[in-house]
C-alpha cells in the first residue's frame, strides 16, 4: 500500500491536502488535518521531516499544556488537538520508511546485475572492497564470473575483516544473473579445499599468462605443456574436481600420455568420453589444432558434469608450440536444459500426435514441414506424399481431383497474401475413399509481422456435410412436397397472423412476391382479406376468431377469390400445433378447393330429384326389394293402387314378402308368382311374370311385372327393382286377338289338310284320269267294227300300268305319317311336359283354367322324337281345354309317373266327356263343329311309332282323360 | 262323215295322260297332235288344228294362259280344259262352262263335247 502511495501522482496528493483542509475549517475537526500530515509524511525528507517531528512534537506539548492549564471547551479543543497530533506522529511512524530496510532491498537489486563496474558485483554493497581478504578477493570475482557464464550458481567462502581488524569466515552465493529452469546443484568451495601451482611453468610461461587471463574473464583456466602436462589449473578448478595439479598428471602406466599412455586426469573423465578426449587432444598436441571437446567430467560431489573444453596451443618465433592454455565452461545447465526442452517438445509432440485432430504445419513459403500421426494415419499421407519434387506442396495426393484448382488457388492466395487459409474439400483417406474436410490454417508470426510458420489443421465434416445435405434434400423434398400436394397449405401465428401459404395458395390468390416494402405476413394477410367472399366473411373471421382464443380446430366452407377473379368454394381447416406446455405455437391449416366438387353434388342431387320425379311420374308401378325380396321400396303410384303400406301386411310367422304376396296377388297366380319369384331370387336371373294385381278397391287388375337384380361392382346383388305396368286394356285385347287368332289357326289347319288332300286327290287323280280314258279307248276299240283287238290289249295294258300307279300314291301318302327314328334322343319327359305347358299357358290362362302338372319321382329319360311327343301333348292339352270350354272354368290336370317299364303320362280335363272313346282316333272323326278329326289320329301315330299306346277314357267323376305310354327302352318300329 | 279327219291337239305335261287321251281320241276317228308343254305346241303353230285340248295346272304357261293366248290368235278355234284340281273345277263349272273337265273325265261325254263343238264350228263357218 505505501508502495501504491508513493506511485500516486502529487496532484492528488494537493487534492487531499486541500480536501482535509476545507474539512478542518469547515468541520471545526482536527481530524480533517491527518490526511494532510500524512501527505507530509510521505513527502518529507532529511531537515524537513526533522522539522515535521519538531513541530509535531511542539504542538503535542502545547496541546498537553493548554489541556492541563485551562478548563472547559479549550481543555476539549486542545485534548482533540493533541489527539489529533499523538495519531499524526503515529501515521508518520508507519509511513516513513526504516532507512536500515531501504539499505538491505537496494543490496538485494545490485546483486543481480551482472558486470558491475568494480568487477564485484557480487558483493554487498556494504561490504567494502577493502573488507575482504586480499587473498580472496581473486576467487570471489572468479566464483561471480563462472556463476554468470555457466548459469550454476557459486557458492564461495572468503574472509571479511570486522571493525576490530580481525578477519572472519564468511560465505558468499553468487547467482548467474538469469533464471535457469532446471534443477542445479551449486557448486560449493571451501578454503580448506586443497589445490596446487607448479613449481616451474618452464616453456609454457605464456600459455599460463594466456589462462590467468582468461581465468580473470571467465573464471576457470588451465595451461599444458606440448605433451599434455599441466602447469596451471585454476584453484577453484582443482577443487571442483579434486584433483592437485601431481593427481592430474600422474602417469598411471608405462607410457607417457603423448605416447598412449593413461594418467591421472583421464580418471576424471566420464568413461564414455575419455577414450574420445584422449585420443583428439593427442591429435591435438601432434598436429597444433585447436582442442575444442565435450565430456562429462566427474566433480569431487561424484557426479558428473558436461563440460565444454577448448585449448589453443602457443608458439615461439620459429612457430613451435611452447604450450597450451584453455577453458572448460560447465555447460551442465545449457545441456540439461537442452534435454528439457528436447522432452518438452517430445511431450509436445505426442501431445500434438494424440489429440484427435489433424495437425500440420509448413513453411512461410509453402513447404509442409509437419504432419501429425493422426493425419498420416487417417489420410495415408507422409510428409514425402504431400511434397512436390521441389518441396512444395502437392495436394494431388491429398484430395479429390474435383477440388485440386480451388485447393490450389486458395492455398496460393494465403501464401501470398497471408491470409487465414480456410477450404473444404474432399479429402483421401487411407481407405481410398473421399471424405468432406475442412482445413484451416493460421500463419504464427514473428515480431516484426513476419509469417514464421502456418499451423494447419483439418477437421472431418463429412458426417456434418452428409447430415447437412441430407437435411437440405429432406427440407427441399419437403418444400416440393408442400407445393405440389393439391392443396392450399398455411401457418398462423397464434394471434392469427399468415406466416406462411405454400406455392399453390400464393400462385391461387395471385400474389405477387416481389413487393419489398410490406412484410410477407402483411402481404399475405391482405391478400387473404381480399380474396374471401364479401358474403362469408364476417363469419369467417368471427370463427377463426373464436378458433384462436379457445384452441379448438377451425373448420369452414367459405368462397375464395382467384386471382382471376372467379370465387371458388373452399374447404378449410386448421388445428393447432402445441408444445410441451400446451400452448400454442402456431396453427397449420389446409383449404381444400372443393368448388368441382360442390358442383358436382349439386348436379347429383339435381339428378337425384329429377330421377325420383321420374320414377314417381312414369305412368308405371314401381318398386325396390332387399336382396332376399323383402319390399324396401313402392313408388307412389305403386301406393296408390295397393291402398296400404310397406309394412302394414306385416304379420306374425310369415315374411313381409309372403305376406305383401299374398295380400296383391291373385290366389290363381299365387303359386306360379312364388315359384318364379322364388327362382328368381335364389339365382339371381330376371323375372319377368304376367299375373294379376288387387287394386285398393279389391278388383284384380293384369299387371306384367319385371324384376331384375341390381349389382355392386363385385358381382353381389344390392337390390331388386321392379316395375308393373298395367296391361288389363291389352290383356282383354290380346284374348279377343288370340280367340280370332285360334279361328284362323284353325281355319289354317283345315286349309292345310284341305290342301293336303287336294294335292292327295291331285296325285291319285292324275293315274285314274288315264285309266278311265284308257278304259273308255278301249271300249271303243272293242266295240268298233272290226273291232281293234290289237289296240284294245295296248291299252289294257296302260290301263294296268297306271291303276298300280294310283296304288302307289296311295301308299306314298300313307309313308308321310311314319317317322324315322333318326330323330330321336335320350330327352327327360318332365322338360318336354313343361315346354308344352308353357306353351299353352297362355291360352289356359285366357279361358281362366289352370293347368296342373304332376311328375312322379325317378323319371328315366327317354329316347324319343322332342318334337312329334310336344305335338302329341300340346295336341291332348289343347283338347282337354277345348272340352271344358263350355263351362269356362277348370283344371286340367296333367300327370306323368313309372309304370313297369312304361312311362304313363294322363291328361285329364273335367268336359263333357267321351260319347265313344274309341272311335275318337278314327280319322276324319270329330265332336268339335270346326274339327277335321286328324289331330288325335296322328297322334296314335306318333305314339304308335315310339313303340306305346294311346287311349281315351272317362273319368269316374266325370271328363275325359287321354292316356298315352312310352316304353323305358323305345323300340323302333322296325324291329316290332 | 267326211273323209276329212278332224285335228286334235293335246297338251299335258303327264304323258300316261297324254297317251291316254291320243287313244281315245283316235279311237273316236280323229287325227291326234300331242305336246308335252304350251311352249311346244306354239312352236308348232296352230295352223290346221280344228280344235285344243290343254291340261289347266302345267309348268310354263299354264292351260288358261294359253287358252288366252290361243283365242287371240284363232278366235275360232274351240279350246277344252281339263285339271285334277276340283276345287278349280268348282269355280269354273258354277259359271256353266262347257268346255271344262275334271280328271276323271267320262270319256263319251268328252267325245260328245268335241263333237258338238266341231260341229258348231263347222256350221259358223
Known amino acids: 500500500m505505501i508502495a501504491a502511495l508513493h506511485r500516486t501522482p502529487p496532484f492528488l496528493v494537493s487534492l487531499t491536502l486541500a480536501i482535509g483542509l476545507l474539512a478542518y475549517w469547515l468541520a471545526g475537526s482536527t481530524i480533517g488535518i491527518l490526511a494532510p500530515l500524512g501527505a507530509l509524511f510521505l513527502y518529507a ?153 607448479t613449481e616451474s611453468l618452464g616453456e609454457t610461461v605464456q600459455a599460463v599468462q594466456a589462462a590467468k587471463v582468461i581465468e580473470s574473464l571467465h573464471g576457470k583456466a588451465w595451461a599444458f605443456d606440448a605433451t599434455g602436462k599441466f602447469t596451471y589449473v585454476t584453484p577453484a578448478a582443482q577443487i571442483a574436481i579434486d584433483m592437485a595439479l601431481e593427481d592430474l598428471n600422474r602417469r598411471l602406466g608405462e607410457r607417457e600420455f603423448i605416447d598412449g599412455g593413461e594418467v591421472g586426469w583421464m580418471r576424471g573423465v566420464h568413461p564414455d568420453d575419455v577414450d574420445g578426449a584422449a585420443a583428439t587432444l593427442r591429435h591435438c598436441l601432434k598436429t597444433g589444432e585447436p582442442w575444442n571437446i565435450e565430456y562429462r567430467m566427474l566433480r569431487a560431489t561424484g557426479h558428473y558434469v558436461w563440460h565444454r573444453i577448448s585449448a589453443r596451443p602457443t608458439r615461439d618465433g620459429e612457430g613451435r608450440i611452447t604450450g597450451w592454455f584453455g577453458t572448460s565452461i ?25 489429440v484427435p485432430a489433424m495437425i500440420w504445419s509448413m513453411s512461410s513459403e509453402g513447404r509442409p514441414i509437419y504432419l501429425n500421426r493422426r493425419i498420416m494415419e487417417v489420410t495415408g499421407a507422409t510428409l514425402d506424399t504431400v511434397k512436390a519434387s521441389d518441396g512444395s506442396l502437392s495436394l494431388k495426393k491429398m484430395i479429390h481431383p474435383n477440388f485440386w484448382e480451388l485447393a490450389e488457388q486458395t492455398f496460393t492466395r494465403s501464401v501470398v497474401t497471408g491470409a487465414p487459409y480456410n477450404i473444404k474439400y474432399l479429402q483421401h483417406r487411407a481407405g481410398g475413399t473421399y471424405r468432406w474436410t475442412q482445413t484451416r490454417a493460421e500463419p504464427l508470426r514473428d515480431e516484426a509481422g513476419k509469417i514464421i510458420r502456418w499451423y494447419g489443421v483439418s477437421v472431418d465434416i463429412h458426417d456434418l456435410i452428409t447430415t447437412q445435405t441430407e437435411l437440405n434434400l429432406r427440407k427441399q423434398e419437403l418444400t416440393r412436397l408442400i407445393d405440389l400436394v393439391p ?63 379457445s384452441g379448438r380446430p377451425y373448420a369452414m ?93 306385416d304379420a306374425e310367422g310369415q315374411t313381409r314378402l309372403a305376406g305383401t304376396l299374398e295380400a296383391i296377388i291373385h290366389p290363381d297366380d299365387l303359386p306360379n308368382v312364388k315359384e318364379k ?56 285385347a290380346q284374348e ?43 271300249q271303243r276299240w272293242l266295240t268298233s267294227d272290226p273291232p281293234n283287238l290289237e289296240r284294245a290289249q295296248r291299252t289294257i295294258e296302260r290301263i294296268i300300268r297306271d291303276a298300280n300307279s294310283a296304288a302307289d300314291v296311295v301308299g306314298r301318302v300313307r309313308a308321310l305319317f311314319r317317322q324315322t327314328d333318326q330323330a330321336r334322343n335320350l330327352c327327360p319327359l318332365d322338360a318336354i311336359l313343361h315346354e308344352a ?140 | 262323215m267326211t273323209k276329212h279327219k278332224s285335228v286334235v291337239a293335246v297338251v299335258d305335261d303327264d304323258p300316261r295322260l297324254l297317251e291316254s287321251l291320243e287313244e281315245l281320241l283316235e279311237s273316236a276317228g280323229y287325227a291326234v297332235r300331242s305336246f ?42 274351240p279350246v277344252f280344259l281339263i285339271t285334277g284340281r276340283h276345287e278349280i273345277a268348282e269355280q269354273i263349272r258354277a259359271r256353266a262352262v262347257e268346255s271344262f273337265f275334271c280328271k276323271p273325265f267320262d270319256g263319251q261325254a268328252l267325245l260328245a263335247a268335241i263333237a258338238r263343238a266341231l260341229t258348231q264350228q263347222g256350221r259358223g263357218r
Open chain 1, 330 to 354: 560447465d555447460i551442465d545447465v545449457y545441456k540439461k536444459t537442452e534435454a528439457a526442452l528436447r522432452e518438452r517438445e517430445k511431450h509436445l509432440e505426442q501431445l500434438i500426435d494424440t
Open chain 2, 36 to 77: 308335252s308343254s304350251a311352249a311346244a305346241l306354239t312352236r308348232a303353230g296352230l295352223s290346221g288344228l280344228d280344235l285344243l285340248i290343254t291340261d289347266v295346272g302345267m309348268p310354263g304357261l299354264n292351260g288358261f294362259e294359253l287358252r288366252d293366248l290361243v283365242n287371240q290368235e284363232r278366235p275360232d278355234l
Open chain 1, 677 to 732: 319369384y322364388g327362382r328368381s331370387l335364389a339365382t339371381g336371373t330376371s323375372y319377368a311374370m304376367k299375373h294379376r294385381l288387387r287394386r285398393a278397391d279389391g278388383e284384380f287388375r293384369w299387371v306384367e311385372t319385371r324384376t331384375a337384380a341390381m349389382r355392386n361392382a363385385e358381382g353381389e346383388i344390392v337390390q331388386w327393382n321392379g316395375i308393373s305396368f298395367e296391361i288389363e286394356d291389352q290383356v282383354r
Open chain 1, 487 to 549: 392443396s392450399f397449405l398455411w401457418r398462423l401465428t397464434p394471434t392469427g397472423a399468415p406466416n406462411f401459404f405454400n406455392r399453390r395458395f400464393i400462385d391461387f390468390l395471385g400474389i405477387d412476391e416481389g413487393g419489398l416494402e410490406q412484410s410477407q405476413t402483411e402481404r399475405y394477410a391482405a391478400a387473404l382479406k381480399e380474396a374471401i367472399h364479401p358474403d362469408d366473411a364476417s363469419r369467417v373471421w368471427a370463427e377463426l376468431k373464436r378458433c384462436l382464443s
Open chain 1, 45 to 197: 525528507r532529511g531537515y524537513l521531516l526533522r522539522s515535521l517531528w519538531g513541530g509535531l512534537l511542539a504542538a503535542f506539548a502545547g496541546a498537553t499544556v493548554t489541556a492541563v492549564l485551562y478548563p472547559g471547551a479549550v481543555r476539549e479543543a486542545a485534548l482533540s488537538v493533541g489527539a489529533s497530533v499523538a495519531v499524526a506522529a503515529c501515521m508518520g511512524a508507519l509511513i516513513v520508511r526504516d532507512p536500515s530496510r531501504r539499505g538491505a532491498r537496494d543490496a538485494a537489486a545490485q546483486r543481480q546485475a551482472p558486470g558491475h563496474p568494480g568487477g564485484l558485483g557480487a558483493i554487498p554493497d556494504d561490504v567494502a572492497e577493502g573488507a575482504i581478504h586480499p587473498d580472496d578477493r581473486a576467487a570471489i570475482a572468479q566464483a561471480a564470473a563462472y556463476a554468470f557464464w555457466t548459469g550454476v550458481p557459486q557458492v564461495t567462502s572468503y574472509r571479511l575483516r570486522l571493525p576490530d581488524g580481525r578477519y572472519r569466515w564468511t560465505e558468499l552465493r553468487a547467482e548467474p544473473g538469469y533464471g535457469v529452469s532446471v534443477d542445479v546443484d551449486a557448486m560449493v568451495s571451501r578454503p580448506d579445499d586443497r589445490w596446487t601451482v
Open chain 1, 837 to 976: 305347358r308353357d306353351l299353352m299357358m297362355e291360352e289356359a290362362a285366357r279361358r281362366r283354367m289352370r293347368i296342373e302338372v304332376e311328375v312322379g319321382a325317378g323319371l328315366p329319360s327317354l329316347e324319343l322324337d322332342r318334337i312329334q311327343i310336344q305335338q302329341v301333348l300340346v295336341n291332348l292339352i289343347r283338347n282337354g281345354l277345348e272340352a271344358m270350354e263350355p263351362a269356362r272354368r277348370g283344371v286340367l290336370r296333367v300327370r306323368t309317373l313309372r309304370a313297369g317299364d312304361f312311362v304313363r303320362t294322363e291328361v285329364r280335363d273335367t268336359g263333357m266327356g267321351l260319347g265313344a272313346p274309341d272311335k275318337v282316333f278314327e280319322a276324319f272323326f270329330s265332336t268339335k263343329p270346326n274339327g277335321m278329326g286328324m289331330g288325335l289320329a296322328i297322334s296314335r301315330t306318333i305314339i304308335e311309332t315310339h313303340g306305346g299306346r294311346l287311349w281315351a277314357e272317362n273319368n269316374q267323376d266325370g271328363g275325359a282323360a287321354f292316356i298315352f305310354t312310352l316304353p323305358v327302352e323305345a323300340k323302333s318300329d322296325h324291329d316290332r
Open chain 1, 736 to 778: 279377343a286377338l288370340t280367340l280370332t287368332q285360334e279361328r284362323l289357326a284353325r281355319a289354317a289347319q283345315a286349309a292345310s289338310l284341305a290342301e293336303l288332300s287336294a294335292s292327295i286327290a291331285h296325285e291319285v287323280n292324275q293315274p285314274l284320269a288315264a285309266v278311265v280314258a284308257n278304259s273308255h279307248a278301249c
Open chain 1, 557 to 649: 366452407r367459405y368462397r375464395l377469390r382467384r386471382h382471376d377473379g372467379v370465387y371458388r368454394w373452399m374447404d378449410g381447416r386448421a388445428e393447432p400445433l402445441l408444445d410441451d406446455d400446451g400452448s400454442i405455437i402456431q396453427w397449420h391449416g389446409l383449404s381444400h378447393d372443393i368448388d368441382d366438387q360442390l358442383r358436382v353434388e349439386d348436379a347429383l342431387r339435381e339428378s337425384e330429384r329429377s330421377l325420383r320425379q321420374l320414377v314417381e311420374t312414369l305412368p308405371a308401378l314401381i318398386y325396390c326389394a332387399a336382396p332376399n325380396g323383402e319390399p324396401i321400396y313402392r313408388s307412389e303410384k305403386l301406393g296408390e293402387f295397393l291402398g296400404f303400406g310397406l309394412g302394414d301386411k
